[in-house]
């Protein structure tokens, strides 16, 4: 057999086996090692709202900062509240006069009816409004503590170590009970959900390593799953005006995998790149 005729069947050969290392590293990457590009960066948030209303006298951060657990986030008017504490210092002081006075004299009301000289009714009237007073002062030593405690909150600190986020309060702004006024993406509670199909979660195992991929980014970082979710909506089993199930019809001959979402626990994030709630992920288990 002549070398011009050997040459083509070689080229042949060597072509099969390109393409079939491919097709092999294909198989390997979509069904040995489950993958997904519909991944997503997550994290907690922390909305903060006082707990005291008041017009709004600081507000030290600004939009996109980061602030640490314990940092002053705003404050409030303080005046209205240290009036009423010290209100109530005083109403204090003017009870526990009264009754001390009280006590004095139903300790001479005791004495003086063991001598004969005070009839029961008077001593049980002293009696009596020892009780009475008793129960103010301890009325008024709580009123104390609230008020001590509302002056505490007039200054609000941040809970978490994050990033204000969407920050529309401002200095003189008034603020209510409850009013969500800052919102704070907590920085140690990033993590990834992969959004996998179903027929990839028998190869999904806690604690797998993973690898993830940010648009936008080329580095790569390392994670594992932390758990995969055991339930979501079905869509089917909400009632109709009946109270029926209401099933929607399918008239496709292949039936789309549902995709069921797994948590991926972050362990290194490479320099440079930036961790942003709602991003899109590229998750890959296995590697």
Same mark, same amino acid.
């Given at each position: 057999m002549s070398?011009?005729?050997?040459?083509? *069947?070689?080229?042949?050969?060597? @072509? !099969? +086996?390109? $393409?079939? #290392?491919?097709?092999?590293?294909?198989?390997?990457?979509?069904?040995?090692r489950p993958w997904t590009r519909d991944g997503m960066v997550r994290a907690y948030v922390v909305t903060v709202a006082p707990e005291i209303a008041g017009r709004i006298v600081k507000l030290p951060v600004a939009d996109n900062q980061m602030v640490h657990k314990g940092d002053v986030l705003f404050e409030i008017e303080p005046a209205d509240y240290q009036i009423a504490l010290d209100a109530a210092r005083a109403q204090v002081a003017r009870d526990q006069a009264a009754l001390d006075y009280a006590r004095a004299?139903?300790?001479?009301?005791?004495?003086?009816?063991?001598?004969?000289?005070?009839?029961?009714?008077?001593?049980?009237?002293?009696?009596?409004?020892?009780?009475?007073?008793?129960?103010? *002062?301890?009325?008024?030593?709580? @009123? !104390? +503590?609230? $008020?001590? #405690?509302?002056?505490?909150?007039?200054?609000?600190?941040?809970?978490?170590?994050?990033?204000?986020?969407?920050?529309?309060?401002?200095?003189?702004?008034?603020?209510?009970?409850?009013?969500?006024?800052?919102?704070?993406v907590d920085s140690d509670s990033f993590w990834v959900d992969g959004y996998f199909e179903e027929t990839s979660l028998g190869r999904i195992r806690d604690n797998d390593p993973t690898t993830i991929r940010l648009m936008g980014y080329s580095q790569l970082i390392r994670g594992y799953v932390g758990g995969v979710a055991r339930g979501i909506?079905?869509?089917?089993?909400?009632?109709?005006?009946?109270?029926?199930?209401?099933?929607?019809?399918?008239?496709?001959?292949?039936?789309?995998?549902?995709?069921?979402?797994?948590?991926?626990?972050?362990d290194q994030v490479p320099d440079g790149v930036r961790l942003v709630a709602g991003t899109t992920a590229s998750v890959e288990v296995g590697r």
């Open positions: 070398l011009s005729s050997v040459i083509p *069947v070689l080229l042949t050969l060597g @072509a !099969v +086996a390109v $393409a079939a #290392l491919f097709g092999w590293f294909a198989w390997d990457v979509y069904m040995g004299n139903e300790g001479r009301q005791a004495t003086l009816r063991g001598e004969g000289w005070v009839s029961k009714d008077v001593f049980q009237q002293s009696a009596s409004s020892l009780h009475q007073l008793q129960a103010a *002062v301890a009325a008024d030593q709580t @009123a !104390v +503590a609230k $008020a001590e #405690l509302n002056l505490s909150r007039v200054t609000v600190r941040s809970p978490v170590n994050g990033y204000v986020t969407n920050l529309l309060a401002q200095r003189g702004d008034y603020a209510n009970i409850g009013q969500n006024l800052v919102s704070l909506t079905v869509v089917n089993a909400q009632p109709g005006q009946g109270g029926l199930a209401s099933v929607n019809p399918i008239f496709t001959w292949v039936r789309l995998a549902q995709r069921i979402p797994v948590h991926i626990h972050i």
